[in-house]
């Protein structure tokens, strides 16, 4: 099965890529409103400690599934599977994180 990549898979690798990057201090900011604990210091664990950085990112990545169930719903496939194809980019990074 050969795909063609067409426009509307790099406008879905787009979405997938910012999106979870755009979303990883909301999700930050409702943990830090949660657990009442400061912003700061959640920030502080994101950037320092590599098994919060993980398991934050995994959560902004969620904000992918939403794009994903948008788009298919719309029957814009091209879309769904440029959206799919960045969160499998994140796996490398996830595994890098977690190891090194």
């Not at 879309?79 to 490398?92: E, H, Y």
Request: aromatic share 20%; proline share 4%; charged share 10%.
């Amino acid at each position: 099965m050969k795909i063609k990549l067409k426009k509307n898979h790099f406008v879905g690798f787009g979405i997938g890529i910012l999106s979870p990057l755009l979303f990883i201090p909301i999700v930050l900011f409702i943990l830090a409103s949660v657990t009442s604990v400061s912003y700061g210091n959640i920030w502080e664990q994101f950037i320092t400690f590599p098994e919060y950085t993980s398991k934050y990112t995994s959560l902004a990545l969620i904000s992918n599934l939403l794009w994903f169930y948008l788009f298919l719903n719309r029957e814009y496939y091209d879309v769904a599977r440029g959206i799919i194809f960045s969160m499998l980019c994140f796996i490398p990074y996830m595994i890098y994180v977690n190891l090194f």
